[in-house]
């Protein structure tokens, strides 16, 4: 296993030994997450937190469960090589904020490592920090208590891509893809003379003492996110585009209408897990960006272009005339999809994803050209029936509907 810096550092001057420290080592699948703690009865408490820096970020804090919490977490800053730390307070299953009510500062001195460090072939983040108040903050068995023998603590690393360069403590962070808990014995950690108290460093890191994990890290990730997308790209770049090319090739208004009718019932799910989606995320829980509003309003306009269908098709059945609402429906379709298929990409800048939108716009363009090729063939073949038809018979009425629907005669009407 790779060892951050600060241990090989150790192991090469077999150094100090701090007077008071617990930690708690834990072999994540990338590397070795360090947590060693040490703490005067005042209530300052000094931490050494290294761990890979393959993770966008990782992070560890008081108590059992997220609610409660004091964290401290760390990613990559926005120099080459630097780190951020970000302390933040945590109120449930949701992404923590930075509170400047945590009072932290990185350490520096002879040994410590405020930097993302490399090692034979792993990077490591690597943070010595000072807080004074932790032990006033946080609730439940979140509160840290230095005269705990078995204070719970938690940890968590976030997924290996979309890396953060951010300067600031309270950057967006996405969902854990691992967490887990763990005790340290705080009465071995804590000593009377504050004097002595300090960031433990050497051969303090090198494995777990006056400290025990409870059990391995569990494996979670952000499956809400993908599904989310997924199913709102599957509606508005196949499904309502296919319901186009099916009315056009079938001449079924009924198909027509089922395909469209799953594509709003696909758009209303996705919708709901964007909506869920939203509570989980700092930068989404106003629902205030363009991406969420403009999906909200799609959604409005999804559900009238629906109605405006239906409602036309009542008029029609009983004047048996083309009516105005038709119209709006043969015009608003495209234009919602075009919207929708706009919303994806801003979807992906918005989630920090935005190299996926290389693929999505490829996707979308080869999508497009299919559908344009699809709708324009068939456009002409049907002219040119319609000339020789005409040819033949020129007292008879051509097929098409007034709207260009390419339809039997009234059949558009149906929704
Ligand atoms: C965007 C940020 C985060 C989100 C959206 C989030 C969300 C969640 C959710 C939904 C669960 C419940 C999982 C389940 O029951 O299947 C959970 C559990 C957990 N999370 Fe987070 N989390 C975030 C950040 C963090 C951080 C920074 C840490 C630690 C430093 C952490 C540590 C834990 C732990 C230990 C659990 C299990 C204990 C519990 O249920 O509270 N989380 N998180
Ligand atoms: C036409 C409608 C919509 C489309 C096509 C769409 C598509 C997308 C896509 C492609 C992503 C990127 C997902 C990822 O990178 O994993 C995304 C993210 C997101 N969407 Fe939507 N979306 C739509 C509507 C909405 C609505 C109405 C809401 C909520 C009110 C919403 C909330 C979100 C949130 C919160 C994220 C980002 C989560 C994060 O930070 O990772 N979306 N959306």
Known sequence: MYRPFDLLLASAFAAVT????STFVYPADKGNLTFA?????????YVHLSAPAAYQWVGVGTG????GSVMWIVYAGSDKGGITLSPRLSEGHVEPSFSDQINCALVNGEGYHNSIDRTVSTRYYSANFHCTNVTTLG????KLNLGNAKQPFLYAWGPTDGAISSASNNAGIKRHDSYGTFWMDMTKATTSNSAVAAVPTGAALLSTTNAGADGKAENDGDKVGPAHAAIMLAAFAIIFPLGAVLLRFLESVKIHGIVQAIGVFAAIVGVGMGVYLST????????SS???????????LLLCQWAIGFYHHLRFRKYKKPTIYGRIHLFLGPAIVLGGIINGFTGFNFSGDSHNNVYYGIAVAIILVIVFTLLGWKKWSKRRQQKGTQMMDDNEEPEHDHL???LLRGSHNVL
């Open 37 to 45: 703690l040490s703490a005067a009865s005042t209530g300052d408490v």
């Open 290 to 300: 363009g991406h969420q509003v403009f999906g909200l309003i799609l959604l409005v």
């Open 280 to 287: 989980l995320y700092n930068h989404s829980k106003d629902v």
């Open 404 to 406: 260009g629907l390419n």
């Open 64 to 67: 059992s469960e997220m609610s």
């Open 139 to 142: 609730h439940g068995d979140g």
């Open 18 to 21: 701090n007077a008071a420290f």
